[in-house]
């Protein structure tokens, strides 16, 4: 299963099985993290078999269950670090989703586990990413429709994938704030105020690229 595809298959579970990640795929998803770190300027890290971050009441009220394994989304406090982090670390779900594994996005109902990852000085924890072998697949969101989240006039069809993908792509409270506007060959793309709003731009931007193709339009 390439990104694409995975992006397709993907939704957001919250209860986990107590199964381990094999030794390969943990490999194949440290590659992706430190390929996501070199390219972005950030310092995810993946966590396994440590149970303390979504042992407690946060996680209880948020209904997860089962989860031992995450990514801690971590990087240099900027103006852009929560779209870089959601850009990225959307490549990272998308990545697991394609190995089999299931994931959820994760803003506030986990406990901070100093002792599993660093944060360097300077850098901040923005959000975890939930990761494993689900219980179920998941079910697909609800979904504004295309003419709610873009603007352009007589759309080519990368365009209208593109938008098409962008709705696929989870969002905090499934806000989906996020716009897209075609100008000649340039799109740009634009967030409203709300919940981790610039984190799920950063995911957006990447669904749409994957659905739109990168090489038929650059980003204002």
Known sequence: MDLKAA???????RAYLDKPIEA???ERLRETTEACNREGGLHFQLV????KAFGGLMAHYGKFSGVKNYVALI??????????????GERVA?????????????ALTYKKVKTAYTVGKGEKLCCVLALGYGETQGVPHKSKSAEEVSAA???PAWFAEGVRAALLAPTAMNQQKF?????????EAATGKGFYAKIDLGIAKLHFELGA???NFRWA
Request: hydrophobic share 30%.
């Open 7 to 13: 992006m397709e298959a993907r939704h957001s579970v």
């Open 24 to 26: 390969e795929l943990c």
């Open 48 to 51: 396994t078999g440590e149970p």
């Open 75 to 88: 990087g240099k406090k900027s103006g852009d670090l929560q779209e870089k982090v959601g850009y990225y």
């Open 94 to 106: 998308l990545t697991a989703q394609a190995l089999g594994l299931n994931t959820c996005w994760v």
């Open 153 to 155: 006039e007589d759309p």
């Open 179 to 187: 716009r897209f506007a075609l100008r000649g060959d340039t799109v």
């Open 213 to 215: 193709g990168k090489e």
